[in-house]
């Protein structure tokens, strides 16, 4: 699973790179699916990732809007600043985490429970979903996507 996490975290970076030669205009024009706008996506998928994380450590979800955060730099920063605190957790991740149970409580208030290893998965896998969007985008652009091959990326 560790593999797959620094998979995605190259290939967020490896966007974050792609987004300095496009105008600001074209990072936060509304697309069509998705969150709406290839910077707002990306702030989506930092957020999701820490705040699932977070969760698993008992620790507060970030729940800031995207507003406050609609610039490149700003973006990147976060993502930077989240990285260093969820990074510890996935290194430090066991086999036996993979049931340990995480109870939230829906909007209406009623417990719901996921494993931790459920979690991580959908972490991982959200992540790579919303990387699918951001090359359609990015080709209706007229940019060439960042690369979304796992191999030739040193991880194995």
Not at 41 to 61: A, N, R
Request: glycine share 6%; with cysteine.
């Amino acid at each position: 699973m560790l593999k797959l996490f620094e998979y995605n975290w190259q290939v967020r970076q490896d966007w974050f790179a792609w987004c300095q030669d496009v105008s600001e205009e074209e990072l936060l024009k509304k697309r069509t699916g998705g969150i709406g706008s290839i910077l707002h996506t990306l702030f989506h998928i930092v957020d999701v990732e820490f705040s699932w994380i977070s969760g698993l450590q008992m620790k507060p979800e970030f729940t800031e809007p995207f507003e406050p955060y609609a610039t490149l730099q700003k973006v990147t920063e976060l993502s930077a600043r989240f990285h260093e605190e969820v990074r510890p957790f996935v290194l430090s991740w066991t086999d036996e985490m993979d049931s340990k149970d995480l109870t939230e409580l829906t909007p209406k208030g009623e417990p719901v429970t996921f494993k931790y290893g459920e979690v991580m998965r959908h972490v991982i896998a959200h992540e790579i979903h919303h990387i699918g969007q951001l090359s359609v985008w990015s080709r209706e652009a007229g940019k060439v996507p960042v690369t979304a091959n796992l191999i030739r990326r040193g991880l194995f």
